[in-house]
């Protein structure tokens, strides 16, 4: 017992690789496997046995491989209708980590004695003991900010609870395996739980949750591996944390990053000092385009695990997004050479694109099927066929083809690739792996309504159903407005999880707790019709569900709480309430009813009055705040009648 609380430790846990008879303390404290774990209850009145078994009270040891019964005990006498609580802690402190094995031989058994890295949390704590002492000190104001992000995001908001539920339960493999923080502060994943080494660039490059969430990590991940160890000096970016070359799907996906982790930036400094290699990196991508004609047609290795020939919209409207995206730092940067070039090639890519690429319902593969006659989709229906798209629609980079164009493709995936029940589909072409079972809905990855099916010369993966591609698919239908269809694809994933036949947290592909599914985040940031520029400090939002009555989930560069919007008796109000952090908020952007004047408008900053004005632009009514910093518990509130 120590202090007011209690605890059992246990030190230098016994792993497989550690041999039984190994004395306790002979062990190597920078073994790749050394830890402690304790137990311990928030009780002054707790009791403790260290091993109940033999009634040692104070102090228990064995043989690595034996077991040590403890325990601790919390008293207490309740009253009729009474109610008390206790708190235990279960702490760990594993501060080593062996490295990784690469390529073909990640799956080896690690030797004895392997080397080691360390966990971040080395750098914060010394033993399991010093976790659970430090959480016991800060306890109040940790479950106080935990209660308040979950009442946050899941109680004050109008959305259906089962979608917002969705939408957060993938964020979870950030605290599974598939995610390592090293002690170096570099930050490090599988694909998924063991499976694939490397944080790659093409499946990591359908997540969004973590740059919601933890933009610092995002950064991390930019700073620390894409554009550090990756990168190499003709701009490519390995797909694999220094490893396996480069995949331009994830090559594009990396730049389209760097756009979004400045947005979810404070200021301007994460982007000035990454400009010259981004501009490295979108000259490498443009030489694969040989003639800038905004189309590649070389081979083009890729996330199903094989590589397109032939112009195509999957690579295609990555690239074209890239462009834009470069497009826009160029200007931050006042770069108007650069900008001007990249707007050349991408304007030239979109009309390319339709005259060579568009049947009048989708985007089909311009490809030789004679010279390249395996693992193409040629005239199918891709359901990834505008993944850049709704890589622009999220940060604003404008519709990549024509708006028509993108709205009957939209609605082809769904025509053609999504079905309420695979059963007839994956009974006809046998999927290679099964995500989705007879009787679930889902959306396969590439069907061909015009043409023979082509077995297993057809693109990998193609009879399968990932959750990773549902959610992006499903972020641009609700962003165009296609809303119970992109709903229907979120529901038949939470169908598909519903803790009955998978765990709900833990969405598979190529391994448990697959990256591919932060993907996730998509879905909220496109039904709040949310949009954020940290450094401009420039806020909007427009609901796709209940206009009249919302109430949703921001987050930004340093904080996170709630906006809403109402509707009732001729006004409409719209509050922005920071809960967490601060928030810099220079511009206002929302719709308003058509017929609604903006003269008349009020502000009020926690029930003062504050001066601002509105006016109408890009499609929006633009309120300007002057540079308003919030702090926590702010509250504005803006009204017009």
């Not at 995001?153 to 605290?175: D, E, G, H």
């Not at 505008?386 to 708006?403: E, K, N, V």
């Not at 009020?602 to 929006?620: E, M, R």
Request: with cysteine; proline share 4%; aromatic share 12%.
């Amino acid at each position: 017992m120590e202090g007011d609380w209690g605890h059992i430790s246990v030190d230098n846990i016994e792993f497989s690789n550690l041999p039984v008879d190994t004395p306790a303390t002979t062990i190597d404290k920078s073994h790749a496997y050394f830890g402690n774990l304790a137990l311990s209850v928030f009780d002054n009145n707790a009791t403790g046995t260290a091993d109940h078994s033999k009634n040692n009270v104070e102090y228990a040891e064995t043989e690595l491989g034996n077991k040590i019964n403890g325990a601790l005990t919390s008293s207490m006498t309740l009253q009729p209708g009474e109610s008390k609580e206790v708190t235990f802690v279960l702490s760990w402190y594993f501060p080593n980590r062996p490295l990784s094995y690469k390529g073909s031989e990640w799956n080896k058994p690690l030797p004895p004695n392997s080397p080691a890295i360390g966990n971040m949390y080395s750098n914060w704590y010394n033993s399991s003991l010093d976790v659970a002492q430090q959480l016991h000190e800060n306890y109040a104001e940790l479950a106080k900010e935990t209660h308040t992000f979950h009442n946050t995001y899941y109680n004050q908001t109008t959305l259906p609870y089962w979608l917002v539920q969705r939408v957060m339960m993938p964020i979870s493999t950030l605290a599974t395996e598939t995610c390592q923080w090293w002690a170096t502060d570099k930050f490090w994943a599988w694909e998924g739980v063991g499976s694939c080494e490397g944080t790659c660039t093409y499946v990591w490059g359908y997540a969004q949750s973590m740059a919601a969430l933890f933009p610092e990590l995002e950064r991390n991940l930019r700073e620390k591996t894409d554009y550090s160890v990756s990168l190499r000096e003709d701009g490519a970016i390995l797909s694999r944390n220094d490893e396996h070359g480069v995949l331009i799907d994830g090559h594009a996906s990396v730049i389209l990053h760097m756009y979004r982790e400045h947005l979810m930036s404070k200021n301007n400094f994460f982007l000035s000092r990454n400009w010259d290699k981004i501009k490295r990196s979108l000259q490498y991508i443009i030489n694969e385009d040989d003639n800038e004609d905004g189309l590649i047609v070389k081979t083009q290795p890729n996330t199903y695990d094989i590589s397109f020939n032939g112009a195509n919209t999957y690579v295609g409207a990555l690239y074209l997004a890239a462009l834009r995206a470069g497009e826009k730092m160029a200007y931050i940067m006042k770069d108007t050479v650069a900008a001007n070039y990249y707007k050349k090639i991408y304007t030239a890519g979109s009309e390319n694109t339709m005259d060579r690429l568009w049947n009048g319902e989708y985007f089909y593969q311009d490809v030789d099927e004679k010279e390249y006659p395996k693992y193409q989709y040629g005239k199918g229906c891709l359901s990834d066929q505008l993944f850049g798209q709704t890589w622009a629609s999220l940060y604003r980079l404008g519709d990549i083809y024509p708006t028509d164009a993108i709205n009957k493709a939209l609605r082809s995936i769904w025509k053609f690739n999504w079905t309420n029940d695979v059963k007839a589909q994956s009974e006809a072409h046998l999927p290679e792996r099964y995500y989705a079972h007879a009787g679930e809905p889902g959306l396969f990855i590439c069907t061909w309504p015009y043409s023979k099916h082509p077995g297993e010369d057809g693109v990998r993966y193609r009879d399968e159903v990932w959750t990773g591609i549902e959610y992006q698919v499903a972020t641009e239908m609700i962003k165009r407005d296609m809303i119970d269809e992109g709903l229907a694809i979120v529901k038949a994933i939470h169908s598909r999880y519903d803790g009955k036949k998978h765990n709900p947290w833990n969405e598979i592909e190529c391994g448990d707790h697959y990256a591919r599914a932060m993907a996730s985040y998509g879905i909220l940031q496109a039904v709040q019709g949310y949009w954020y520029d940290g450094p401009k400090g420039i806020m909007g939002f427009d609901p796709k569900l209940r206009k009249d009555d919302f109430t949703g989930f921001f987050n930004a560069a340093e904080g996170w709480g709630n906006i809403s919007q109402t509707r009732k008796n001729n006004k409409q109000v719209n509050c922005v309430e920071v809960k967490f952090g601060r928030l810099y908020l220079d511009k206002l952007q929302i719709n308003l009813p058509a017929g609604t004047g903006i003269n008349n408008i009020k502000a009020s900053l926690n029930n003062q009055d504050i001066a601002v004005s509105a006016a109408n632009t890009n499609g929006y009514t633009e309120i300007s705040l002057n540079g308003l910093q919030m702090r926590l518990g702010d509250k504005l509130q803006i009204t017009f009648e």
